[in-house]
């Protein structure tokens, strides 16, 4: 396993922190108090300097506490970043590729070296939960008789990512939290995830309205879409989702989800959007870069997949839907 | 070639309608070949995962610039959609006459995936399938064109080509888990 960093922190679960503030500039660490041990648990990333210029992403793992054998429940979510968070991606661990590690653990990795900036060692971690908003909290609660299952014991990673440099500002440094609230029974309906990534993207200098769409078949039926966000770097114009039928046509007039702002894109709560049975979701990325700017030297300037903000792009998908079959992800 | 440089020039004769040819890559070469009914194509896992065919069209009678590519596999059944990539490309004019996305650039051709297979019934891999090609360009000209064909998962190496078929099996109900050795489909 190639790992450039691995240390043990002062971080846990259950363990109180974070979460104040509000977005722009410097508001100090949020603060997030963690629940009571009887109504939830905390994952709690501690504070790490982002120095002037650098992009750092840390990969932390954490398990889910619990009574074995005995599925822990959730329906309700609060997560919170310090300002100048790129994004929290919570995960379960699945295949060990070049990434793994035990609960307490951190994998540091820093300006787009190391193994928690290779995408493929996660492609089969389904995702969690995730929030872009820095400098805020984001309070969520699965509509009534959804919620989401845990094992005791179960492998998460929460894989948080801050840039100080000229696209985005950490004046505070890394920082972040997110709470799990339990639920008293277990719910009729369970939620999956999808994580929809379109990594074989190529943006240039000059490059206007530059188009990536896909379409992610499921194998759902009644599926109902509860939440969605959608992600890019600077380049990114518009993002948008729709829901296809099984010949793949778009079934809304509009797109369920729509994202002009790249840096603190939303997370859309609250929708009520079926699936039609035998189609998916669709979701587009346009980008735009202006014929100054430089992403890979080597590369004709281009701007193409990676996590790296200042000089490489993305087109991610987070949708959150019920009732779950499986998690899976799409490409 | 970007946007900035695009001079979106005609390819053709303005006086006739958009003509377009299938065309596919195996990603390791920048070479497009043509595609025939009947043809196998090869599934290429690409830097994402999954399994995916490089499509793209050779056309003429249509402008050259940011010309939309929207690629598809469909079940010849019932017509279900089974992939669908869709992006925009400056096309190259060859001494042919006909324009073609540069193949050089993966990006420039419509990844159209077909595998992880989300289906519970389907394999894909082997099956064959509708291979739909859609270009138009910025100024209304369009044309469709498909192929029967035989996506298969061709790669040499013995892992790598067990992962292919893995994840080009239909979707268990348990779930699938496909790993370098091929996995449990």
Same mark, same amino acid.
């Given at each position: 396993m190639m790992i450039d960093a691995m240390k043990r922190l002062m971080m846990g679960v259950g363990v109180a922190l974070l979460a104040v503030g509000c977005g722009g $500039?410097?508001?100090?660490?949020? *603060?997030? @108090?963690?629940?009571?041990?009887? +109504?939830?648990?905390?994952?709690n990333v501690p504070k790490f300097d982002v120095a002037a210029g650098d992009e750092v992403q840390n990969? %932390?793992? %954490?398990?889910?506490? $619990?009574?074995?054998?005995? @599925?822990?429940? !959730?329906?309700?979510?609060?997560?919170?970043?310090?300002?100048?968070?790129?994004?929290?991606? !919570?995960?379960?661990?699945?295949? *060990?590729? $070049?990434?793994?590690?035990?609960p307490g653990d951190v994998v540091e990795s820093k300006n787009g070296m190391g193994p928690c900036f290779v995408s493929s060692n996660w492609a089969d971690w389904p995702l969690v939960v995730n929030t872009q908003q820095g400098g805020s909290t984001v309070d969520w609660t699965m509509p009534d008789g959804v919620g989401q299952r845990f094992t005791p014991g179960e492998l998460l990673m929460v894989q948080i990512h801050f840039?100080?440099?000229?696209?985005?500002?950490?004046? @505070?440094?890394?920082? $972040?939290?997110?709470?799990f609230y339990y639920m008293q029974a277990p719910p009729a309906n369970e939620m999956g995830t999808i994580f929809a990534t379109n990594q074989n993207i190529r943006v240039c200098p000059g490059d206007n309205d530059k188009t990536f769409e896909t379409h992610c078949k499921t194998p759902?039926?009644?599926?109902? *879409? !509860?939440?969605?966000?959608?992600?890019?770097?600077?380049?990114?114009? +518009?993002?948008?989702?729709?829901?296809? @039928?099984?010949?793949?046509?778009?079934?809304?007039?509009?797109?369920? %989800?729509?994202?002009?702002?790249w840096n603190e894109p939303p997370m859309t709560l609250g929708l009520d959007i079926k699936i039609p049975d035998g189609g998916g979701v669709s979701w587009t990325c346009e980008f735009s870069a202006d014929p100054s700017s430089c992403g890979n030297p080597n590369d004709s300037c281009c701007f193409t997949f990676g996590g790296k903000v200042e000089s490489q792009e993305h087109c991610n998908a987070f949708i959150y839907y019920y009732p779950k079959i499986q998690d899976y992800s799409c490409f | 070639m970007d946007a900035a440089t695009c001079d979106d020039s005609f390819?053709?004769?303005?006086?006739?309608?958009?003509?377009?040819?299938?065309?596919?890559?195996?990603? /390791?070469?920048? /070479?497009?070949?043509?595609?025939?009914?009947?043809?196998?194509?090869? /599934?290429? #896992?690409?830097?994402q995962g999954g399994?995916?065919?490089?499509?793209?069209? =050779?056309? #003429?009678?249509?402008? #050259?610039?940011?010309?939309? /590519? =929207?690629? =598809?596999? #469909?079940?010849?059944?019932t017509n279900v959609e089974l992939g669908f990539d869709g992006r925009n490309t400056d096309l190259v004019v060859g001494a042919d006459g006909w324009g073609r996305p540069d193949g050089s650039q993966l990006a420039n051709l419509a990844n159209v995936p077909l595998c992880p297979d989300n289906d519970p019934v389907r394999d894909n891999a082997g099956v064959p399938a509708i291979l739909e090609m859609a270009v138009a360009d910025q100024h209304g000209h369009s044309v469709t064109v498909s192929q029967m064909v035989t996506p298969t998962c061709t790669?040499?190496?013995?892992?790598? =080509?067990a992962l292919c078929n893995c994840e080009c099996s239909h979707l268990p109900a348990s779930g699938r888990m496909c790993g370098l050795d091929g996995g449990t489909p």
């Open positions: $500039g410097s508001k100090g660490d949020v *603060i997030l @108090d963690p629940p009571a041990a009887s +109504e939830g648990f905390q994952l990969c %932390y793992f %954490y398990a889910v506490p $619990g009574t074995p054998g005995q @599925d822990v429940w !959730i329906n309700h979510f609060k997560l919170a970043a310090n300002v100048g968070t790129h994004h929290v991606n !919570i995960f379960r661990v699945k295949t *060990i590729v $070049g990434l793994s590690g035990n840039v100080n440099a000229t696209t985005q500002q950490a004046p @505070d440094g890394g920082r $972040g939290a997110a709470n759902l039926t009644g599926a109902t *879409i !509860i939440a969605a966000n959608g992600h890019f770097h600077s380049r990114g114009v +518009e993002f948008t989702m729709n829901v296809t @039928d099984a010949l793949g046509n778009d079934m809304l007039p509009q797109p369920f %989800y729509t994202s002009d702002t | 390819i053709g004769d303005p006086s006739l309608p958009p003509e377009a040819v299938l065309v596919i890559t195996d990603g /390791l070469s920048s /070479l497009l070949t043509d595609v025939h009914d009947g043809d196998l194509v090869p /599934l290429v #896992r690409p830097p399994q995916v065919t490089y499509a793209g069209a =050779r056309v #003429r009678n249509i402008n #050259r610039c940011s010309v939309q /590519l =929207r690629g =598809r596999f #469909r079940d010849p059944a790669v040499s190496d013995p892992a790598m =080509r």
